[in-house]
Nanobody, 123 residues
């Protein structure tokens, strides 16, 4: 599976962005999909995840109520809608795919990663 993230950019605090992650491969629907982010000098952290077919979603406490993860298996794409953005949301955002996850919040559990897209939120 190859992943291509897009949609990052510069936005003012309180604004919105939608990230997309397009996947290649015929088995996209069988993967858990996750979004992670990494700010300069910090470790990569979990943001959100969605199960195969979108049955369940999971969020970090820091984004709950502001971010929404969704997927369109017909388009092999997962999205991250980000609203009410804050300067502390500034980071490179990565999408990831995992087939068998014991801990969906752990980066090491995922099998495939996209290249990242930069989100900058100005105050």
């Amino acid at each position: 599976v190859q992943l291509q993230a897009s949609g990052g950019g510069l936005v003012q605090a309180g604004g919105s962005l939608r990230l997309s992650c397009a996947a290649s491969g015929r088995t996209f629907s069988s993967y858990y999909m996750g979004w992670f982010r990494q700010a300069p000098g910090q470790e990569r952290e979990f943001v959100a995840a969605i199960s195969w077919r979108g049955y369940t979603t999971h969020y970090a406490d820091s984004v709950k109520g502001r971010f929404t993860i969704s997927r369109d298996d017909a388009k092999n794409t997962v999205y991250l809608q980000m609203n009410s953005l804050k300067p502390e949301d500034t980071a490179v955002y990565y999408c990831a795919a995992g087939a068998h996850l014991s801990n969906l919040r752990a980066p090491g559990e995922y099998d495939y990663w996209g290249q990242g897209t930069l989100v900058t939120v100005s105050s």
